[in-house]
């Protein structure tokens, strides 16, 4: 398959790129520099330069391909709404082209369920978190673009970890410094996924003829942040010290990023398990010492 991947130079869409070039996959990667042009191309994609702010960069290359994986997320106040134009002018271009066999695949994220009591499947109302309240808006834009010819797919991943980006690498950042910070009590339980069963999910979902909507993708390990953070803890160089921050004071630094860091979920991912997708890894805190040396081992690509 020929798949166009915007975001293919970060953490998610860098995971996407590399698990589809695996798989005998052409690759072409949206990117904004020539500097993540190189990291594209050292992973086997083509890179192209453009910008979401311009649909001329990037909307005839998704019609141009088999499929496309979304990815791409700019960290800017005019980045929801980029994203939004970026969703409709791709969708838009490939409904209007010749119909033929395409898959669209949204990346979302699992803060768009919010807090659950029970666990959470693809067929769970959601209730989101701040943090995430605009993402149900595009998930429906791409879910209602569906046409002859044309898969969409939502995928929310849990927290990914893995390499050397990320918030499980902060976390591994901040114990090599000597103190790392929990949000709240640390008995919330966090939804995770590692950076390369992600990818294959991709993959999966990219390749599979009937796969269409929400599929979720987590490990299911169902893991407490204490125990993330304490495993991350005894795997460090030096014992850092544990500093728990009171949720109303994390707020005033972080704002909605503090609860979504606090929010206690459980998530599973039954229609990505009837792909065959099933995650190779399964902990944070049981892989600690591995992801350390992941985590060195990227900082210095």
Do not use: C
Not at 43 to 65: E, I, K
């Amino acid at each position: 398959m020929r798949i166009f991947v915007t975001g293919a130079s970060g953490y998610l869409g860098g995971a996407a790129l590399e698990a589809l070039v695996r798989g005998g996959h052409q690759v072409t990667g949206l990117v904004r520099n020539t500097e993540r042009a190189a990291y594209v191309a050292a992973r086997g994609g083509a890179p192209v330069l453009g910008d979401l702010a311009d649909p001329a960069s990037y909307r005839d290359l998704a019609v141009q391909h088999d499929g496309v994986v979304h990815a791409a997320l700019e960290s800017t106040p005019k980045g929801i709404e980029l994203e939004r134009q970026a969703l409709q002018a791709m969708l838009d271009a490939l409904r209007q082209s010749p119909p033929r066999p395409r898959a669209f695949v949204y990346t979302s994220g699992v803060w768009v369920i919010g807090p659950t009591v029970e666990p959470a499947t693809e067929d769970t109302p959601i209730n989101p978190a701040a943090i995430a309240a605009w993402r149900p808006e595009h998930e429906r834009l791409v879910l209602d673009a569906a046409a002859e010819g044309l898969r969409t797919v939502v995928v929310r991943p849990g927290i990914v970890y893995g390499g050397a980006r990320g918030i499980v690498s902060d976390l591994l950042r901040d114990a090599s410094n000597g103190l790392v910070r929990v949000i709240g009590s640390g008995e919330n339980r966090w939804p995770a996924v590692y950076d390369k069963d992600l990818g294959d999910l991709y993959v999966r979902l990219l390749s599979h003829p009937d796969a269409s909507g929400i599929y979720h993708a987590n490990d299911e390990a169902d893991e407490r942040v204490n125990d993330i953070v304490e495993a991350i803890a005894a795997a460090a160089p030096q014992t850092p010290d544990i500093r728990r921050v009171p949720l109303d004071e994390a707020r005033t630094k972080l704002g909605a990023y503090a609860e979504a860091l606090a929010l206690d979920q459980v998530v599973r991912s039954p229609r990505a398990r009837a792909l065959g997708w099933a995650p190779v890894r399964r902990s944070i805190a049981g892989n600690a010492p591995r992801l350390f040396e992941e985590w060195r081992t990227g900082r210095q690509r």
